[in-house]
């Protein structure tokens, strides 16, 4: 292959960019972002960006040598329009033409939006520095009344960062027990404990029935309930949709993400897709996955690339999903593939004190690890858990 | 030099967290005993919470491996080198020298910091 354009250019992007040089490719390699940005870190935006901790310099994913010796062509702030199937082409909105031998989609995903919320001032979602920027200037302008609609991770951690600001806050989710679906409710019930533990007013169970806004911005969030809330800010994080718009009519399987086989190629064999967009079949699991994970975007990106470098899939995606989150100086982390149903057996600590690991169990082998300021019992935890095998119970 | 603490409370595989002038985490791997500044170059985790791999410690958030007898970091996310610290042992006790080393790595590394 002469030329590889990497379409995206964010993690799962610039690590893909990384290795193919990393696995020989010395061709040329265009890389397309729709930000102006290079690569950034996005999960401090919810947490020490927010906070003020740390600024724009801090998020950066190399140093500007490392990008310099990717030696490749940065086509930022641009979309691509269309992947052209016949010699995977790709074709930006602002009309130029890439001619390409191979393609790596890593196009990500963008935030759902809140309906009733457009041209509505103080309504924000989180996944971009502007976004962030814009939040952060309105948390810190005055000492308004937030409140933030969905309990997930990124709706969880703005929560919390929003009382470290000091400010009122109030989180509201549709579900009866936020993440239940996730973790199961025993231990999806010590997440959701940290929020009135910290002063976050909650509402479970608890639909939006509409913004109220007045002179263009919002000024409450009205529940199913008829409960108002007042809010001179809404953060919104309820979830995102994989940015496949771009692949229609490139005869790419799309169903909610781009479909890969279990190394990440696509029906095509010179295309294939990494991170949030990618849809993966796992064949250990009998189903396809995907994983909005920053481990996943970093890591799927060395065996997609070894796979398209190959023309053939030489090699599957067997990591188990990990993850972590921030909350009110809590570090929780996860991993693995587990069921609501699983078994869960606390096997360091105790969940009162917040400090814990805990496993989740089916039919007596370790499927999945959860810990709550224990890093290091994670570790080691995290390498016993089985390979998952056929899961017909949730295809 | 710093005290960290006697020989038999470090055995193989485990890790101590002394507060210096900045964090630093000192390594018992397998028998050899290394030390690196404790925050991880890539964001706010403590490098002694991390795996233990031979001697490679893996940063606890975004498992990065770090290799201890030089500090340079293996994989993506981490960017830069971690700092390293002499050991020595004296009478049982485990001792880590403050002052970092240098390496070829890491003093181009630090001479790109001091330049940003």
Known sequence: MRTITVVGGSLGGYSAAQ????????????????????????????????????????????????????????????????????????????GEQIGTDGVVIATGASTRVLPGSAGVGGV????????AQALREELTTG?????????????????????????????????????????GTRLASACAALHSEHGVAVRFGAGVEELRSAAGHVVGVRLATGEE??????????????????????GLSLHDGV?????????????????????VFRPDLGRNVRTEHWATANGQPRIAVRNLLDGITNEQHTDMPYFW???????????GFVHPEDDVRIIDGDIEDRCFLAQYERDGRPVGVLAFNHPRGFGRARRQLSRPTLDVATS | MFAVCRTEELPPGESARVVADVPIAVFNAD??????????????????????????????????????RTGMPTCLPAK??????????????????????????QDAALEQESVA
Request: charge should be negative; proline fraction near 5%; aromatic fraction near 8%.
């Open chain 2, 31 to 68: 028998g050899e005993y290394y030390a690196v500044d404790d925050t991880c170059t890539h964001q706010d985790a403590s490098l002694s919470e991390g795996f233990l791999e031979g001697c490679f410690v893996e940063c606890p958030l975004h498992a990065a491996f770090f290799d201890l």
């Open chain 1, 229 to 250: 809330l007042p809010a001179d800010v809404v953060v919104a994080g309820i979830g995102v949709q994989p940015n496949t718009g771009w692949l229609s009519g490139s």
């Open chain 1, 124 to 131: 924000h979602t989180l996944r971009t520095l502007e976004d």
């Open chain 1, 143 to 183: 000492r308004p009344n937030v409140v933030v609609i969905g309990a997930g991770f990124i709706g969880a951690e703005v929560a919390s960062s929003c009382a470290a600001l000091g400010l009122d806050v109030t989180i509201v989710e549709a579900a009866e027990l936020p993440l239940a679906r996730v973790l």
């Open chain 2, 80 to 105: 830069r080198p971690v700092r390293t610290h002499a050991v020595t042992v004296d009478n049982g006790v485990i001792y880590v020298d403050v002052t970092p080393r240098r390496t070829a790595g």
């Open chain 1, 259 to 279: 479909l890969c086989d279990s190394g990440g190629v696509t029906d095509l064999s010179n295309v294939v897709a990494v991170g949030d967009v990618a849809r």
């Open chain 1, 325 to 335: 989150s921030d909350q009110y100086g809590v570090r929780i982390q996860f991993a």
């Open chain 1, 19 to 94: 290795q193919l040089r990393a696995q020989g490719f010395d061709g040329r390699l265009v890389v397309v972002g729709t930000e102006v940005h290079l690569p950034y870190d996005r999960p401090p935006l919810s947490k020490d960006f927010l906070k003020g901790q740390i600024g724009t310099a801090d998020l950066a994913l190399g140093e500007q040598q490392d990008f310099d010796e990717l030696e490749a062509e940065w086509r930022l702030g641009e979309f691509a329009a269309r992947l052209r199937p016949a010699d995977a082409g790709i074709e930006l909105y602002s």
